[in-house]
């Protein structure tokens, strides 16, 4: 019975096998191969396995021995097998059982089936890489190219193309290594003084550099590097005293960050001087200094001593004092400035000195070659006691410019410009060259500027409320000046006075500009001489003119030109005259006198006339036309003058001389003002219609006293 179980279990496995390699898809031929032989195979084992591997054992219960049962052939038809001895012995018996008839599996080929045709997948055709962008050029930028020890200094590159591939550098120090170190990304560190090479170098094999060259100095006394970027910070009294440990360098830079007292170091030593002028820039910052104060007698005084091509910016100085009287180029902030830009400074106190003395500084000098400078929005306050020549509230002397004149109305200048400035100092003294803002001006343009201390002089020449003297090619425009003028000399030479300006020179243009202030000279002379003789009267009378508005206007050559416009003034005039009845007089007018040294009259028989006795018109010729006929003047128009004087005529000289020089006259004709300047009444002066042809739009504005200039502080 058992066996033939196991045969039916056999069949069963066969017949699944079979089926399950005909209904499984081959992969591939060999698989199929293999899966054939392996149902054969099985097939076989099925068949051949009662015959030969199955024995029925039986267990002999008397014995406990398994005894083998005979082999016997596995039946071929469907038949009932009798019960055995072992099954009647049992209580129960089975039901027969009716065996499926032995068949071979039927043999099956797998299916044939061809591999699947696929194409070869579609490539694009190879990429080939673009060639490389290579470094064209390297740019080394430094901030400064000075450092000091200690200090770092950081460098970058500027590498072209944009679109180099590789754009990095390897940083090196290619000379001078000793001096100096640099890392990878460009921070350069000073090591000892010196000077040293530092080496940009491409990365990518294009073989391009670049170089910058570095300058190692010793330690430096203050925080920062001195530069523009990274100025040296002066934070108190002995930082700014340190800054003369560098007098002899130039082009540093320096920035005030505090108040600063310097009562520690009264008298102050000035920085720079004519050996070693400050070269450098200083701001400032607007934080005041205090409590400095010069020593007497010293040249070249000031903050700042002597400076050359510097940059003085934002310094307040507040109650600068002297001991004793200062020498001369004297100034509180500086003494002698050549080719500086100071701007935005304030200075306030009292000083002292002989020659060249002002409150912001005692002289400031351009230069012959053409380069320009100038003083901007300064601002000046206190007191001045002078007792010599070139003394201004602001600055005693502006000199030594180079100016160029194009055409009848080209007025450029060259040269030291002072825009936008006010002082308001009292002058006590100065001997000649005495102004409100300016002592002496070469020339150059001052523009929206005012004055409005008070001048109190000795004898001397040109005192004016702005300027005392304006030499040569200069405008003067938009600026007023309102303090008084007293000149208590009694001599030769001891008026020349002028609200404005006390003398102008030729080519010189006055316009948009107005004066307030009263002047008050003793007697031109002290008694009515004789003026028959060529020492006489009126040769001293000339010297000694008064004016509104300007004292006296001199032309020295035929081809410069005078032009005063859009001008008025309000103060009065008083020069007492000995000689009343005469016409030759200053009192009163815009303009005390125009001189005029270029319309020479030649002597014709030189040996005829050997002095002013000898003079006969006979032995004379007019080279020069009338100055009102011909072309002195160019533009005298539209200026105002506020006096209840009668008409008022301003002597005109011409100078006489023989053709050696020996013999010369002085003698005048008088050029009537009042036809050309315009005497009004203080009722008159309130009212806008009366100023014809003043810019009312963008340089004047019209207030209850009068025209004000609307752009100046």
């Given amino acids: 019975m058992k066996r033939k179980l196991i045969t039916s279990v056999l069949l069963i496995l066969c017949l699944l096998l079979a089926s399950c390699a005909v209904a499984a898809p081959a992969d591939t031929e060999k698989q199929s191969e293999r899966t054939a032989e392996n149902t054969a195979a099985h097939t076989d084992a099925a068949t051949e396995a009662p015959t030969d591997a199955f024995t029925e054992e039986k267990t002999d219960p008397a014995t406990d021995k398994i005894t083998e049962l005979p082999q016997t052939e596995p039946p071929t038809e469907r038949q009932t097998e009798p019960p055995t001895e072992a099954a009647t012995e049992t209580p129960t018996t089975e039901p027969p059982t009716t065996e499926p008839p032995a068949t071979e599996p039927p043999a099956t080929e797998p299916p044939q089936t061809e591999p699947p045709q696929t194409e070869p997948p579609e490539t694009d055709p190879p990429v080939t890489d673009p060639p490389a962008v290579l470094v064209r050029s390297i740019e080394i930028n430094a901030p400064s190219t000075t450092v000091p020890v200690g200090k770092t200094l950081k460098l970058t590159v500027t590498v072209k193309p944009d679109d180099a591939d590789d754009k990095s550098v390897k940083w090196s120090v290619s000379s001078g290594s000793s001096y100096g170190r640099i890392e990878s990304d460009g921070t350069f560190t000073g090591v000892k003084a010196g000077s040293c090479t530092v080496k940009a170098a491409a990365n990518d094999g294009s073989g391009k550099s670049a170089t910058v060259r570095i300058t190692v100095t010793e330690p430096s006394d203050f925080e920062g590097s001195g530069t523009k970027s990274d100025p040296y910070l002066i934070k108190n009294a ?71 091509h510097a940059v003085l910016k934002n310094v307040v100085i507040e109650n600068v004092a002297c001991e004793g009287e200062l020498g001369g180029m004297s100034g509180g902030l500086v003494g002698a400035a050549y080719m500086t830009e100071i701007s935005g400074c304030t200075v306030s106190g009292e000083l002292t000195g002989g020659g060249n003395l002002g409150m912001l500084a005692g002289g400031v000098y351009g230069t012959f070659t053409g380069s320009p400078f100038s003083v901007k929005d300064c ?293 009537p003002t009042y036809k050309v300047v315009n005497n009004i009444t203080a009722e008159a002066a309130a009212k806008q219609s009366t100023f014809a042809g003043f810019d009312f739009s963008s340089v004047w504005v019209m207030t209850d006293r009068g025209p004000a200039l609307r752009n100046v502080r």
């Fill in 238 to 308: 002995d930082d700014l005293k340190n800054i003369s440990k560098y007098i002899s360098k130039k082009g540093l830079y320096f920035r005030q960050t505090a108040d600063i007292d310097l009562s520690r170091y009264s008298p102050w030593t000035p920085l720079g001087n004519d050996d070693k002028e400050f070269a450098h820039n200083y701001d400032g910052g607007g934080f005041k200094i205090t409590d400095l104060t010069f020593k007497g007698g010293e040249l070249n005084t000031g903050l700042f001593g002597v400076t050359n």
């Fill in 379 to 671: 601002r000046v306050s206190g007191k001045l006691h002078a007792s010599s020549s070139n003394v201004g509230g602001l600055v005693g002397e502006i000199g030594e410019g180079t100016f160029s004149y194009e055409g009848e109305d080209d007025y450029r200048k060259v040269g030291t410009d002072i825009i936008g400035c006010s002082a308001d100092v009292d002058i006590d003294g100065g001997t000649s060259d005495v102004g409100g803002l300016i002592g002496y001006y070469y020339g150059g343009l001052i523009k929206q500027c005012r004055a409005s201390g008070d001048i109190v002089t000795p004898s001397g020449f040109c005192r004016g409320g702005l300027v005392g003297q304006v030499y040569n090619y200069a405008e003067i425009c938009e600026c007023f000046a309102t303090g008084d003028i007293t000149s208590t000399g009694t001599g030769y030479g001891s008026a020349q006075c002028g609200g404005l300006i006390g003398k102008a020179f030729s080519r010189c243009k006055i316009h948009d500009c107005y004066a307030s202030g009263n002047i008050e000279c003793a007697s031109t002379w002290s008694d009515c001489q004789d003026h028959s003789t060529f020492d006489g009267g009126l040769w001293y009378n000339y010297r000694n003119p008064c004016g509104s508005l300007v004292g006296m206007l001199q032309v020295i050559s035929t081809d410069e030109k005078i032009n005063v416009y859009n001008c008025y003034a309000t103060g009065t005039v008083s020069v007492p005259n000995a000689c009343e009845e005469e016409l030759i007089y200053c009192k009163g007018s815009l303009i005390g006198l125009v001189y005029d040294t270029a319309s020479v009259k030649l002597i014709k028989d030189e040996y005829r006339v050997r002095s002013s006795r000898d003079w006969n018109e006979t032995y004379y010729r007019d080279v020069t036309a009338d100055m009102m006929n011909g072309s002195m003047i160019e533009k005298l128009e539209n200026n105002y003058c506020v006096s209840e004087f009668r008409d008022y005529y301003t002597p005109q000289n011409y100078i006489v001389r023989n053709k050696n020089q020996t013999a010369r006259v002085g003698q005048y004709k008088s050029l």
